[in-house]
């Protein structure tokens, strides 16, 4: 799972692993595709292109357009094996995704950033 997708490329790296390992998995991506203030603000032709790219990988892979506040709604708690942090990269951005986000974590997880 991604927390901040942009072009995907991070999320769609763990895609094609998935999909060439065959892992019995889902895989989420979590953005408002509107940009940041690190990213800037960038127009939808962002998200048309990971909403295209996803179609190869829709059997398992789902695109959750909203904010990571919003996406936890989403998800349940202790059911997250691997999370990718990489939204706003200011501390306390990067203090409270991780802070929401740990109850969503199962007991094997794994983080990066
Ligand atoms: C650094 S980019 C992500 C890059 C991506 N991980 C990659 O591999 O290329 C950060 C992204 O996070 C998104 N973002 C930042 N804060 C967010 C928030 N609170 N909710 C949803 N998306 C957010 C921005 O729209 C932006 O696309």
């Not at 995907?8 to 895609?15: K, R």
């Not at 390992?21 to 940009?35: F, K, S």
Request: with cysteine.
């Amino acid at each position: 799972m991604t927390l901040g997708t942009h072009w995907g490329y991070s999320y769609f790296a763990m895609c094609e692993a998935v999909h060439q390992a065959a892992l019995p998995t889902q895989c989420i991506a979590v953005d408002t595709w509107v940009g940041d203030v690190h990213a800037g603000q960038y127009s939808e032709e962002v998200f048309q292109a990971v909403r295209d790219e996803n179609k190869k990988y829709s059997s398992f892979s789902t695109l959750l357009r909203k904010t990571f506040d919003a996406a936890r709604e989403d998800i349940e708690d202790g059911s997250i094996d691997l999370l990718h942090v990489d939204g706003r990269h200011f501390y306390d951005d990067v203090k409270e995704d991780y802070e929401g986000w740990i109850p969503k974590l199962g007991s094997g997880f794994i983080t990066n950033r």
